[in-house]
């Protein structure tokens, strides 16, 4: 399997624009999570998803965060307009099914908004 | 105070060391992730467990359910295990991991 895929790597864009991080999770996994990791507050979990179904959204920051996941294999997270503040790199990670189980992480992208 | 607390937050040892990072929490837990993430890499798992203790290669894990507490070893330490090295909890029934703030390590030659 090819890991968990994240597209783009770098993502270098202006405030206010709108930006859209991409996701696809290991084939099998049914659990899809979102990170937010930087320097000054860490990793932070901001959305999961069971089943394509979001579980748990309080760690999105606002509401100009949006996250979804149309089917098995493909998730976004959209930063509408975007904020020099959220520069930081964002993490996805999948797993399969049931209680705690161990988590992969994707590559990452990196955000840079100017 | 973090739920999940780790110490040293900085380690610099000499190659071939014995080197040792620890964690406590202090929620009750169902597993616990070490996770190591390289300068601008990504993050990839190194153990997860819930008891006892695992091995793999010139890594060992053990975790304390008990006393709470959970360390990392590496033995016959190398320049290429320098790296941020992540304690991760999942606290109580969830899938939410809540994560330390992380051990920078260094190994120098």
């Known amino acids: 399997d090819a890991g968990v895929i994240q597209s783009p790597r770098h993502e270098v864009t202006e405030m206010g624009q709108e930006v859209t991080l991409r996701c696809k999770p290991i084939s099998g996994h049914d659990y899809l999570f979102w990170y937010r990791q930087t320097m000054m507050r860490g990793l932070e979990l901001l959305i999961y998803f069971n089943n394509n179904v979001p579980i748990d959204d309080s760690g999105m920051p606002e509401d100009r965060f949006s996250a979804k996941m149309p089917n098995a294999s493909f998730s976004t997270l959209k930063i509408q307009p975007s904020e020099p503040r959220d520069s930081a790199v964002y993490f996805c990670a999948s797993s399969s099914s049931g209680g705690a189980r161990e988590q992969y992480f994707g590559p990452g992208t990196r955000l840079t908004v100017t | 105070k973090n739920e999940v607390e780790q110490s040293p937050q900085n380690l610099t040892a000499q190659e071939g060391e014995f080197i040792t990072i620890n964690c406590s929490y202090s929620?009750?837990?169902?597993?616990l992730h070490w996770l190591q993430q390289h300068p601008g890499g990504g993050i990839v798992s190194l153990f997860m467990?819930?008891?006892g203790k695992k091995k793999h290669g010139r890594l060992i894990a053990t975790i304390n359910i008990q006393e709470k507490h959970s360390s990392l070893h590496i033995t016959a330490s190398h320049p290429r295990d320098s790296a941020v090295y992540i304690c991760?909890?999942?606290?109580?029934?969830?899938?939410?991991?809540?994560f330390g703030t992380g051990t920078l390590l260094a190994v120098q030659p």
């Open positions: 929620v009750g837990i169902s597993a």
């Open positions: 991760a909890v999942y606290g109580g029934a969830t899938n939410k991991l809540i």
């Open positions: 467990l819930s008891s």
